[in-house]
């Protein structure tokens, strides 16, 4: 597993490939000038095909391996153009000498020709012959590990597009149908029908509030993320339904920093979190619950805090992910949209009283 981290061996394959290729095209066209111009020397086959080709071919996909092992950390890296073309110009030419080294030493150990007989110069002419061979076979074969990897960030990109995408509809259909369930609407409808008598206005504005709360969800468009002050939008339209629906038994507190409202955060995230905290909140001791939503900067980072006075909780994160499938929704969309770099932490508080969830995430 450790391996594939650093190799991709498709791509080793393809090198190979091509560079087996290019020497089907030099033995073709090498038989054609022994066939057409026999008089001219030639070595034999197995000379030719053993020292001249395979072990060529065996320096070449090695060397270039380890230049797509070495270029995918480039890419990795914010190095710029100049100085990662100067580093492939210097490896065009260094991958000549290596080839030339490994061939003389391969003749030296096989008889070819003895240490006395070896000379530098002559060794150097033949470098410099296929010089600018090997800079286009180089460049040649850069150019696919480039073009390979590119492609494959694009594939992994759309892959990733549509994973948000398949969950961003998946949350909404689920908030839809949390929010769509007998008692949610019996509790708000029964909430209107009392308001109507009391406090017409205030029934108007309730339904309002529903109106609106549904019409965001299922037509605020396929964004993954919105601006801060779109997304608190939503969550108002929520709050003000909860606000009916459990009269003076709850008090939400919002605590925003006016300055990040367009900063992105990834959409209908905060309604499952406040959803959570006040469905676990409640219990015989605590019938009247108190939740703050904090949401400020803290070096580069985004926080989100949702903190509820109430009911502890009797597992940890991870069993809370697999039993509830909203917040497992928000953590695979998160992981999705941020990789590794966000956090998203659930737990008692260290007062021993009620809940704390906060989410941090990159500012932008």
Request: net charge neutral; glycine share 4%.
């Amino acid at each position: 597993m450790k391996l594939k981290k650093y190799i991709d061996f498709k791509l080793i394959l393809l090198l190979a490939g091509f560079y087996g290729l290019f020497n089907v095209i030099y033995i073709t066209k090498s038989a054609y000038l022994r066939e057409t111009f026999p008089e001219m020397r030639h070595e034999p086959w197995y000379d030719f095909l053993v020292n001249n080709i395979l072990i060529d071919w065996l320096v070449v996909v090695f060397y270039m391996s380890i230049i797509a092992i070495s270029t995918k950390r480039f890419l990795h890296r914010n190095y710029s153009w100049v100085k990662i073309i100067s580093i492939h110009i210097v490896c065009s030419i260094l991958i000549g000498f290596i080839i030339r080294l490994i061939f003389d030493l391969y003749s030296i150990l096989t008889g070819l020709f003895t240490i006395e007989e070896y000379q530098v110069k002559e060794s150097f002419t033949r470098f410099m012959i296929v010089v600018d061979l090997n800079f286009l076979i180089y460049f040649a074969m850069t150019f696919i590990i480039y073009t390979y990897y590119y492609v494959k960030q694009v594939k992994e990109a759309e892959h990733h597009r549509a994973q948000l995408e398949t969950q961003l509809v998946n949350t909404r259909m689920k908030m839809l149908s949390s929010q769509l369930q007998p008692h949610f609407l019996f509790n708000t409808l029964n909430s209107i029908a009392v308001l109507a008598d009391l406090d017409k206005e205030k029934a108007k504005d309730t339904i309002a509030d529903l109106s609106d709360f549904l019409r965001e969800i299922l037509y605020s468009g396929d964004e993954n993320v919105i601006p801060l002050e779109k997304e608190l939008r939503t969550l108002e339209y929520y709050q003000n339904i909860l606000n009916v629906r459990f009269s003076d038994h709850l008090t939400i507190t919002k605590e925003v920093d006016q300055n990040l409202m367009s900063k992105k955060v990834p959409a209908l995230l905060l309604q499952p979190i406040l959803e959570n905290s006040i469905k676990h909140g409640y219990s015989y001791e605590h019938t009247h619950l108190e939740v703050t939503i904090r949401i400020y900067a803290e070096a580069n980072e985004l926080i989100i805090q949702v903190i509820n006075v109430g009911a502890g909780l009797s597992a940890g994160k991870e069993e809370l992910l697999k039993k509830g499938k909203g917040l497992a929704n928000i953590d695979a969309r998160l992981s999705n949209l941020y990789g590794n770099n966000y956090s998203f932490e659930i737990k008692n508080r260290s007062t021993g009283t009620g809940v704390e969830t906060t989410i941090k995430l990159p500012l932008t």
